[in-house]
């Protein structure tokens, strides 16, 4: 019998091999959900000048300072500001200037008045209670100062990172595009949802699950529809994706079968290793350069369970590497095991679990093909190769497959 690699020394020749993806200049929108390639510096202050946060007046604050809804204080209005005017730029003592939120606020001007407090005047404003000095005023870099470092790169751009670019300006920002992951599930039982199944046929679900995978990490999928175990086929639908193809996962055909062919096909179209990692589910697996690009591939086991806690462990790190990402493996989190559990010897078992506060339970059974169970789940406990039972109770190590990290 071959020996297995553990999962370790398979993931870190994974990584080794794999490039981040060129950076070039994105749109903020197309750039959200990636990883910054730069340091953004703040071009400019923000607000970018004092300006009012009050629909109201603005006053010098000295010449209301008394004013009481006993004795209010009359201050005659000198003119009118909306947000994008400055057309005036200074307030003389003793006046007001009408002023709307977001308007740049006169010199001379040290405090607003909303509207509240006042009896809304037009030629003169009747004022019965007293700002404090600066109140209603939204001070220029308060919030960003210039040359604040805004972004450090490798940073995720999420909707308020590009909400705050947008503010200072920023039209576009460089980052690695994301990740183009073709999907080709492979197996002559293999049809579409939707079309008619035969009584020796199934759907394919891999292509649909790892194309979605790639999805919720950032990658954009291209499915290719099921690809029988023909040699021929298989070779020329790899060759006409590899257009398109920063990474390729395929599914099923890497075992022992007489009909695997992934296998047989790729020896001619580049350098794949073949063999087992030590674990559970996922054991018989592919990874390796092919084509003229040296595109990365990976050829996972079909049986769906296999195929998802693949992707989880080698695909998910390798996907980020592309994207440029900081932290690259889905993290774990220590829980409390509420049901014993046994695992293979010399392997590291991934069990579907269910996870809440802190707690992990075991869901469903082992079988590779259980897709049910699976879909229960939203968590693998990571048994390590050298753990043969847990007891009821014991801490464990979990991936939580739904978190943004
Ligand atoms: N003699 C041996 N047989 C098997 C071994 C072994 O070591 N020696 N390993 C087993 C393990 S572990 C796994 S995992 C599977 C992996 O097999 P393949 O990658 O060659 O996958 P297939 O044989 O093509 O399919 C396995 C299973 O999964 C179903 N399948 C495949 N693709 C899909 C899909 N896209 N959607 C849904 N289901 C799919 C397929 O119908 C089979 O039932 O090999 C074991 N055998
Ligand atoms: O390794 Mo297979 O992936 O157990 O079912």
Known sequence: MTELISVRDHLDRVLDTIRPLGIYEQTLLDACGLPTAEDVVAPMPLPAFDNSA?????VNQLDVVDASPDHPIHLPVVGELGAGQSRILALSPGTAVKIMTGAPVPSGATAVVPYEWTDRGVAQVQISKAPKPGQHIRR??????KGDVLISAGSVLGPRHVGLLAAVGRATISARPKPRVVIMSTGTELR???TPLGHDSIYDSNSYMLAAAVRAVGGI???VGPVPDERKVFTEALRDQLVRADLVVTSG???EGDYDVVKESLKSVGHVWFGGVAMQPGKPQGFGLIG????????????PVSSYVSFQVFVLPAIRKLMGCRVLERPTHTARLTHGLSSPEGKTQFVRASYDSRTATPVGGNGSHLIGDLADSNALIVVPPEQTSLAPGSSVEVMLLDEEF
């Open 54 to 58: 009050m629909d109201g007046y603005a």
């Open 140 to 145: 220029a870099g308060e919030d960003i100062e």
């Open 192 to 194: 579409d949802p939707g």
């Open 221 to 223: 999928p291209y499915r």
């Open 253 to 255: 055909g890497v075992s």
């Open 292 to 303: 003229d690009e040296r595109t990365p591939i990976f050829t996972l086991p079909g049986n």
